[in-house]
């Protein structure tokens, strides 16, 4: 009887033990309040790709580099070799781990000093959460019962994501994503075992044990987990000899800055979101950074170079270089050319034809005049100083000739030209108290690269303007924003068809792009834009302080770079579908209108003995009903009524003609759907009339 009692008082005496530790365990929790997770939030704020790699990182408040990682991010070898060195009964115990303490204490106790650490790693992250300079029974104790709070409130994969989070690597490094970055220049997601073990090491003494500074303590380190990995049998013998010699890294690797002035307008768009996500590609910024930088050495130590890549389809800018080198003083780095206001020369040249096509004035057959002409004080030259005579539109834009631009552009009217570029969403600035001159069409105003481009891009969507996005969370936004348009169908494919042809630069493919350049006055500016059916890519090279450079031409500095932009991002060169609309024919199968650019008399006059040409049927703007309905499946033709002008006319609807020169003044057309359509209408001496109806 008597040692039955026994047994029952122990396990009395036990249980009362028990709950007294419980409760004075919830009575020291209650005294230390809730743990407190702010920390583990906080982290350096990072730039994405659109496929989530970094393109860049900034610091923390504080100086600290600390990037977002899970245990997902983390290479599994690590993962294992971490557990094996630190704490491998991880998965067993509920924060504490009693017999790693009891062997540390009678560790201690007989060498007098630490052998080995009874710490988990749930209780280093307890540490980590509330950092503290003291090391003393009290300082473990709140650890062990920070930890036992974890455990309770936290699975052991978010415990391995906070330490992955926060542990310390020396200098301002903290979390296993900046430490390999840092010395490896690579996610942590593919280590070598010798790197995973070199970082599961340096969280023990991350100071002393610094590679940067202290290598062969750091590879004392390593070795030592690698042997401890070995006895575990987490790895093989074979594993650890080829891991041992394996040199550890002697510096810090900078960390990744594509795309730097990209992702700093995304932080200064929004300074308190930590992760932002771009729709740059990182392959392609990273290959085309590499070119502007090879060009730049190339070319001179004061150039810079720009590129934008914009996808036709989305509007998306899929890279974005501003400079060749960031931290280049001598070149300006600092400043984001891609949004600097340039003279582009005669890169806006398309933009006139493109006009001139899509209002029935000319055809890329049409004949102009390449010969000296003064336009009152205005006497514009060819780039090369001679003349050609007469040469067609397509062939005047393809050699960039000056002088049969600005003769489009006389007729055309320069300030109706830059009421289109504006129209079409483009910033145009003109020189300080000047007015719309004929200039512009060489060059005199300016634009930046991005909307040069963009106008381009617009040229290769069949005149529909994309809506450019580089932030992730603008893509809503820019759906919902109505399209602009540069041009019609017929008159951008009739660009993009000449600009195909125009001759490439030395050792460069004939006929793979459509592309334009531009010099500005003083070669200050070398512009290179070109398309096929999928992207648009903008170049420019020049001095950021708008120095003059002799020589800076962009048929041979620009035009280059932007072929081999091309091949960088494997382009696919694949024409524009031919809308409807389109005349193909030689200038003598022309309507005699379009076969010369009547410089004799002006296009749109005040008649004396003749009224003007105006069309009165369809008025401008009308919306006209087509009659279409399940039963009927085409249209009645639509009537057509001139007044005015000179016959015979001929009839032009969206860029084509409907019929040959003809004595009435009326005449019809069979739409062929509902949607907006140009009609044209010109006589015998050149004058024209449009408008512009919606067809429903």
């Not at 005294?31 to 702010?38: V, W």
């Not at 993962?79 to 998965?91: I, K, M, P, S």
């Not at 960031?326 to 050319?337: L, V």
Request: aromatic fraction near 6%; include cysteine.
């Amino acid at each position: 009887m008597t040692r039955r009692w026994c047994i029952a008082a122990l396990f009395l005496a036990v249980a009362a033990l028990g709950l007294a530790g419980t409760l004075t365990i919830r009575a020291y929790l209650a005294s230390l309040g809730p743990l407190n997770l702010g920390e583990a939030q906080r982290a350096s704020p990072v730039v994405l790709d659109r496929n989530a790699k970094l393109l860049r990182a900034f610091t923390m408040e504080d100086g600290r580099w600390r990037l977002a990682a899970a245990i997902d991010d983390v290479d599994p070898r690590l993962v294992t070799l971490l557990l094996a060195y630190e704490d491998h009964r991880f998965y067993a115990h509920r924060g504490v781990d009693v017999e790693a303490l009891s062997r540390a204490a009678l560790q201690w106790a007989w060498h007098r000093h630490v052998v080995s650490g009874g710490s988990t790693l749930t209780m280093q992250v307890a540490r980590l959460l509330e950092p503290r300079s003291e090391k003393s029974v009290r300082a473990k104790l709140r650890q062990m019962v920070r930890a036992i709070e974890l455990e309770r409130h936290h699975s052991k994969t978010e415990i391995l994501d906070l330490y992955f989070a926060l542990a310390p690597y020396g200098g301002n490094i903290e979390g296993i994503r900046a430490a390999s970055l840092a010395y490896f220049g690579k996610e942590p997601k593919r280590l070598s075992i010798a790197q995973a073990a070199l970082l599961v090491a340096l969280p023990q003494a991350p100071e002393t044990r610094r590679p940067d500074r202290f290598p062969a303590i750091a590879r004392a380190a390593r070795n030592r987990v690698l042997d401890r990995a070995y006895a575990r049998h987490v790895i093989t013998k074979a594993e650890r000899d080829a891991a041992m010699h394996e040199p550890v890294p002697k510096a810090r690797r900078p960390f990744p800055t594509l795309a730097a002035h990209a992702a700093e307008e995304a932080l200064r768009a929004d300074p308190h979101h930590r992760v932002h996500h771009l729709t740059l590609d990182a392959t392609w910024q990273a290959s085309l950074e590499a070119l502007a930088r090879e060009s730049a050495q190339r070319l001179g130590p004061q150039l810079s170079v720009a590129i934008l890549v914009i996808d036709n389809r989305t509007g998306e800018i899929r890279a974005h270089i501003g400079s060749p080198d960031y931290f280049s003083a001598a070149r300006a780095g600092a400043i984001d050319m891609t949004a600097a206001l340039r003279s582009p020369g005669s890169a806006l040249k398309p933009f006139i034809y493109a006009l001139a096509f899509e209002t029935g004035l000319a055809h890329p057959e049409t004949m102009l005049e390449d010969r000296p002409t003064r336009y009152g004080l205005y006497a514009p030259e060819d780039f090369t100083l001679g003349y050609e005579g007469n040469v067609t539109a397509r062939h005047a834009l393809q050699m960039s000739l000056n002088l049969p631009a600005v003769e489009l552009l006389s007729v055309v009217g320069p300030a109706r030209f830059l009421a289109r570029l504006h129209n079409a969403g483009t910033e145009i600035v003109l020189p300080k108290d000047s007015s719309p001159g004929l200039a512009v069409g060489l060059g005199g105003l300016g634009i930046t690269l991005v909307d040069l481009t963009k106008l381009y891009a617009g040229l290769a969507r069949g005149g529909t303007m994309p809506n450019l996005v580089e932030r992730k969370e603008q893509e809503a936004a820019a759906k919902q924003e109505p399209l602009r348009r540069i041009t019609e169908p017929v008159a951008a494919w009739y660009v993009a068809d000449i600009l195909r042809g125009a001759p490439p630069p030395e050792n460069a493919p004939y006929g793979r792009l459509a592309f334009k350049t531009g010099t500005s006055y003083g070669y200050r500016d070398a512009f290179a834009v070109g398309f096929d059916r999928d992207d648009t890519i903008g170049v420019w090279v020049g001095r950021p302080d708008n120095g003059a450079v002799p020589g800076l031409v962009g048929r041979v500095a620009a035009a280059p770079i932007l072929y081999d932009a091309f091949a960088r991002i494997s382009a696919t060169y694949e024409t524009l579908p031919k809308p409807l609309g389109v005349l193909t024919a030689r200038n003598a199968d022309l309507p005699p209108p379009l076969r010369h650019l009547r410089q004799d008399a002006p296009k749109t006059f005040a008649a004396t003995d003749t009224a003007a040409l105006k069309i009165v049927y369809p008025p401008s703007g009308a919306m006209i009903d087509l009659g279409l309905s399940a039963s009927k499946s085409a249209t009645s033709p639509l009537a057509l009524k001139a007044q005015g002008g000179v016959p015979p006319f001929t009839w032009i609807v969206n860029g084509a003609p409907i019929g040959g020169p003809d004595p009435r003044r009326q005449s019809t057309w069979a739409p062929d759907g509902a949607g907006f359509a140009r009609v044209s209408v010109m006589d015998a001496k050149g004058a024209s009339a449009s408008v512009v109806v919606r067809l429903e």
